[in-house]
C-alpha cells in the first residue's frame, strides 16, 4: 500500500486529557479520536491493529475447536432477570428501554444469550461438549473512564462459552482453551503471565488471569520465580509467617500513646519493630427484610500485622462475611469500642464483636493493639491470657514480597501486569438459573457444566503500547503492527532512480504477503522517519539517491539504536530473514 492511499494523521503533542502513556501514543499516532467520554472512533491505523489481533484470536480459537457466532449488543432484559444479574450488577450495566416500554441492556458479557440458545438447541448428551464465541461490541457504564481504551465505556471483547455434561469434561474445556489462550498470547509477541485469579462478579469457582507485563498496570501480579506458582494479588495465598505462638514473656500494659493513631506511629514511638503490631479494621454485615430494610447488623473485627493490609476479596470469603459486607460507621464503632479510629483493638470492647484474626496475628504474642482509648494503646497483648481466642483465623491479608510461596518452593516476587484475558469455569451458575439442561444417556434431564472465556480485544492495543515504547513512540510486535514494513524513499519525488527502486522492492514484498507500506508522501527525512517511529511500524527501508549510486539501502529495526546499511541486492533477503519468510 502506499501512504497517499491511506490516512494518516499524526500529533506532534498529545491532547490534555490523555493520561497513560498508551492513551498519550495513540492519539498522536492517529489511531482513536475521542468521540466522548470512553468511547472512541478507531481510526484506519488503529482499526488494522485490531483487525490484526482479531485475526490471530480467530484462527486459534477455531484451531481448538470453538464455532463462531454473533450475538446481538441490545439484549432483553428478562434474560437477565433470570440469572438476577438485572439488578445485582448495579450502575455499570446500561439499561434502556424501547418505545413500548420494554427493558433492554446494552451488553457488557453474553452468559444469559448464550444459555438461551443452548437450552434451545442443545438438548442431547450426544451434542456435547460445544463451545460457542464472538468478537462483539461491548459496554459497561464506568463511573470514570480513564486511561483512553484501557478503562473505557464502549469496548471490543471476544468472548467465548462452553457447554459440557460433566465436571470432568467442562475441566477438559477449561484446559482447552487455557492452552488457546497461550497460542494467542504467544502470537500476540507479548510478555505475559497466566494468574489464579478470584472469579469476582462472573462467578464459578475455577477462574486464571491472563496479565500483560507493564510497570503501568493496574493489578498486582504475584509469582515464585523458582516454581510455577502464580496469582493475582487478590487470590494469592498469604501463608502464616510464624509457625507457632510464642510464650507470654511481657505484662499487659496500658501504654501511652499521644496522637499516634497509625501503627507506623506507634511503633517508632515505642522503639518496637512494626511486626509487632496489630492493624484493626472494622466492618460490618446487614441481614435485611423482604423490603430490603435493615433489620440486624452485625460488627466485625479483622486483625492483621501492622506491616500488611487488609485483602478485602479474601475478607469476601470469610464465613458470615460472604453475603456482603462494609466498613462500620463512626457510630457503630463508638457504639462497640467506644473509642474513634486509630486506637481501636480487641481488649475492653463496650459491645461483643466478631472477630476475625489473620493467620499470622493468631501465632503472635507480646504483640501491641488498640486500648480503645483516644491516645492509649496496649504492649504486651497476648491471647487466652488478655483476651479470648479469636472467632475465626483466616487468611485476609496480601502478600508481600519475600513472603514464602504457598506451594512451599521459595519466596514470593510482584510485579505489575494489565488483564487482557481471563477464563472461568462456572459450572451451573447460569445453566441452573436458565433451566439449560440437556437428556442424559437415560434419558434424564441434567444442567450443563458452563466455562467462559474472554479476551479484550481492544485493550490488547494499550496493554501491548503500555509495554512496549520508548521515548519516540510505540515499539508494536511484527504480529500486530499496522503495517510490518514501512519504505521510506527520499526525494522519490525528484529521482526516477529512487522511485523505480522503491516501488520494485513494495512489490517484492508485498507478493511476499508481508504488510508493507511505501510513504510516497514526499515528506522531509525527519519528519518522515518521526511519524513512523510514533506509529511504531517494526522494520523501516530507507532508500536515497546517495545510497543508491553506492548500492546500498539502510535497514532499521524500530528497537534499533542505529540503522545498518544493506546492499540494495540483499535487503529483502534481509528482511525474509527478519520476517521470519
Not at 438485572?86 to 450495566?93: H, I, N, T, V
Not at 442431547?124 to 459497561?140: A, D
Not at 499470622?360 to 479470648?388: I, K
Amino acid at each position: 500500500m502506499k501512504a497517499s492511499q491511506f490516512f494518516i494523521s499524526t500529533l506532534k503533542e498529545a491532547p490534555a486529557d490523555a493520561e497513560v502513556v498508551s492513551h498519550k501514543l495513540m492519539m498522536r499516532a492517529g489511531m482513536i479520536k475521542r468521540l466522548g467520554a470512553g468511547i472512541y472512533n478507531y481510526m484506519p491505523m488503529g482499526l488494522r491493529v485490531i483487525r490484526k489481533v482479531e485475526a490471530i484470536i480467530r484462527e486459534e480459537m477455531n484451531r481448538a475447536g470453538a464455532v463462531e457466532l454473533l450475538m446481538p449488543v441490545v439484549q432483553p432484559a428478562e434474560l437477565w432477570q433470570e440469572t438476577g444479574r438485572f439488578d445485582k450488577m448495579g450502575p455499570e450495566l446500561l439499561r434502556v428501554k424501547d418505545r413500548h416500554d420494554r427493558d433492554f441492556i446494552i451488553q457488557p458479557t453474553s452468559e444469559e444469550v448464550i444459555t438461551d440458545i443452548a437450552r434451545q438447541e442443545l438438548r442431547s448428551y450426544k451434542q456435547l461438549p460445544k463451545n460457542f464465541y464472538h468478537i462483539q461490541t461491548k459496554f459497561r457504564d464506568e463511573r470514570r473512564p480513564r486511561f483512553g481504551i484501557m478503562r473505557g465505556r464502549e469496548f471490543t471483547m471476544k468472548d467465548a462459552y462452553s457447554f459440557d455434561r460433566d465436571v470432568a469434561s467442562a475441566g477438559r474445556s477449561y484446559e482447552n482453551m487455557y492452552g488457546a489462550y497461550c497460542k494467542i498470547f504467544d502470537r500476540l509477541g507479548l510478555q505475559y503471565r497466566a494468574v489464579a485469579a478470584d472469579t469476582g462478579a462472573i462467578g464459578g469457582d475455577r477462574s486464571h488471569e491472563f496479565q500483560v507485563i507493564a510497570d503501568t498496570g493496574e493489578d498486582a501480579i504475584v509469582y515464585c520465580p523458582s516454581s510455577d506458582f502464580a496469582a493475582n494479588i487478590e487470590l494469592a495465598e498469604a501463608v502464616a509467617l510464624l509457625d507457632a505462638r510464642g510464650t507470654a514473656a511481657q505484662a499487659l500494659v496500658k501504654t501511652p500513646t499521644p496522637g499516634k493513631a497509625t501503627c507506623e506511629d506507634v511503633a517508632a514511638l515505642l522503639g518496637l519493630p512494626l511486626t509487632q503490631t496489630v492493624k484493626s479494621l472494622v466492618l460490618a454485615t446487614d441481614e435485611l427484610d423482604e423490603q430490603g430494610v435493615i433489620v440486624k447488623s452485625t460488627v466485625w473485627l479483622l486483625l492483621v500485622r501492622g506491616d500488611h493490609e487488609l485483602n478485602e476479596v479474601k475478607a469476601g470469603k470469610v464465613e458470615g462475611l460472604k453475603g456482603g459486607f462494609r466498613f462500620a460507621s463512626v457510630a457503630e464503632i463508638d457504639d462497640h469500642f467506644g473509642c474513634k479510629p486509630g486506637y481501636l483493638g480487641p481488649i475492653g470492647l463496650k459491645k461483643p464483636v466478631k472477630i476475625v484474626a489473620d493467620r499470622t496475628v493468631a501465632q503472635m504474642s507480646d504483640f501491641v493493639c488498640g486500648a480503645n482509648e483516644a491516645d492509649f494503646h496496649y504492649t504486651g497483648a497476648n491471647w487466652a491470657r488478655d483476651l479470648p481466642e479469636p472467632d475465626l483465623v483466616a487468611d485476609i491479608r496480601n502478600v508481600v514480597v519475600g513472603d514464602p510461596s504457598p506451594d512451599g518452593k521459595g519466596v514470593l516476587a510482584i510485579q505489575r501486569g494489565i488483564e487482557v484475558g481471563h477464563v472461568f469455569y462456572l459450572g451451573t451458575k447460569y445453566s441452573a438459573a436458565m433451566n439449560a439442561n440437556f437428556l442424559d444417556e437415560n434419558g434424564k434431564p441434567q444442567p450443563m457444566e458452563m466455562g467462559c472465556y474472554g479476551i479484550g480485544v481492544t485493550r490488547i492495543l494499550g496493554a501491548a503500547i503500555e509495554q512496549n515504547h520508548d521515548a519516540r513512540g510505540i515499539i508494536w510486535p511484527d504480529a500486530i503492527a499496522p503495517f510490518t514494513v514501512v519504505l521510506c524513499p527520499i526525494g522519490m519525488d525528484r529521482s526516477e532512480e529512487v522511485k523505480l527502486a522503491a516501488e520494485r522492492l513494495h512489490d517484492e514484498l508485498q507478493a511476499l504477503g508481508v504488510d508493507v507500506l511505501l510513504d510516497d508522501r514526499g515528506e522531509r527525512p525527519g519528519a518522515m522517519f518521526a511519524d513512523w517511529e510514533l506509529v511504531g511500524v517494526p522494520h523501516r527501508v530507507v532508500l536515497s539517491d546517495r545510497g543508491l549510486k553506492e548500492g546500498q539501502v539502510e535497514y532499521q529495526g524500530r528497537r534499533d539504536a542505529e540503522a545498518t546499511k544493506l546492499a540494495l541486492a540483499e535487503v529483502l533477503a534481509h528482511l525474509k530473514g527478519k520476517l521470519k519468510l
